[in-house]
């Protein structure tokens, strides 16, 4: 076991959390990275309950290690899913997109911890107060829906702002990304993209293999005009969803066109008409392994990266 707070916190032996990803962070995918030693995750996106129900009771099957769930607090289903994570007993949730306040003191009674995902110091401030148990802190080079500082800069700035645990997320998937969060104050790591381009996601191959081509600067920032920027591939979509926001498209146009696009991309393979979320670690992204390896050679390697800063200081 790790010494870090967070993994006493959370109950396990690795700080490494998977990020709640929306359709492709199945019961599948969560149950992999708990039995590997990290912190598995649904991501619960805009599920309805009974699906989320469903999912939950098949992660128990899979493993009995401690597995979370992330919540999108703008989904139309909030409160129904929150009364899922309640009757089902989840240990931890993660929340993104606003402030999980309403519902905290019904999940603190049953001793589910409630870790929100934050972009700037202000709201990281703001969820301490309301008695969160740790903070996911995200630069924008991660996939999915980002905010506007790097991961560089936002994590120590949020370390010395707040006296709970640091999840730092964006841009990590090895052994150095690793050290480098610990090294700026974090006492884990959530990652996204990496665990995408694993055995165990069951994210269509042409994803998979969508992750293993992309490069450095493969990805755009799209919604940035509807202040819902969302980093992803540049593909097809990309380019069209751009041509309408230069057309002066109003912001239910563009959400409407954004609609559905990560589910067919997904579940469907579409990687030039649906919206392929990944951050700008991907160019890194070279192989797809079990998710046990990929915590295995991240773990793994710690001492190698050590090592070599000891050289060069
Ligand atoms: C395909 C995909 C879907 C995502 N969906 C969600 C989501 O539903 N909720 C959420 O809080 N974060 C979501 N994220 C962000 C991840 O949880 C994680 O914080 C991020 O991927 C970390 O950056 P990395 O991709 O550089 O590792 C998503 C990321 C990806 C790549």
């Not at 381009?197 to 990805?219: F, G, M, Q």
Request: charged share 20%.
């Amino acid at each position: 076991m790790f010494k870090s707070k967070l993994c006493q916190l959370l109950n396990i032996k690795y700080p490494i959390l998977q990020g709640g990803m929306a359709w492709v962070a199945t019961a599948e995918l969560a149950a992999a990275v708990s039995n590997a030693g990290g912190l598995g995750l649904i991501g619960a996106g805009f599920m309805p309950p009974d699906v989320l129900r469903k999912e939950i009771q098949k992660t128990k099957t899979l493993t009995n290690k401690v597995f979370g769930v992330n919540i999108m607090l703008m989904s139309p289903f909030v409160k129904e899913v929150m009364q899922v994570v309640i009757d089902e007993r989840v240990s931890v949730i993660t929340t993104g997109a606003g402030n999980p306040g309403e519902f905290i003191p019904a999940l603190k009674e049953i001793g589910t911890k409630i870790i929100p995902v934050v972009a700037s110091v202000a709201l990281a401030k703001r969820l301490v107060r309301i008695g969160v148990d740790a903070i996911i802190a995200e630069g924008q080079e991660s996939g999915g829906h980002i905010g506007e500082i790097s991961t560089m800069s936002l994590i120590p700035q949020i370390v010395d702002a707040v006296n709970i645990p640091v999840i730092a997320a964006g841009g990590i998937a090895d052994s150095r990304g690793f050290v480098a969060a610990l090294a700026l104050g974090a006492q884990g790591v959530q990652i996204g993209t990496r665990f995408v381009a694993s055995l165990e996601c069951i994210a269509h191959e042409n994803y998979k293999a969508a992750i293993l081509k992309a490069r450095d600067r493969s990805t755009v920032v799209t919604g940035i005009a509807t202040g819902h920027p969302v980093r992803i591939i540049a593909n097809k979509f990309t380019r069209e969803y751009e041509a309408m926001e230069k057309r002066g498209a109003s912001a239910e146009e563009l959400d409407a066109m954004g609609t559905g696009r990560l589910r067919i991309a997904a579940r469907e393979g579409d990687v030039d008409n649906g919206s392929v979320m990944m951050g700008q670690i991907c160019g890194m992204i070279t192989d797809i392994k079990s998710v046990n390896d990929i915590i295995q050679d991240i773990i793994g390697g710690i001492p190698k990266v050590l090592r070599g800063i000891n050289e060069t200081i």
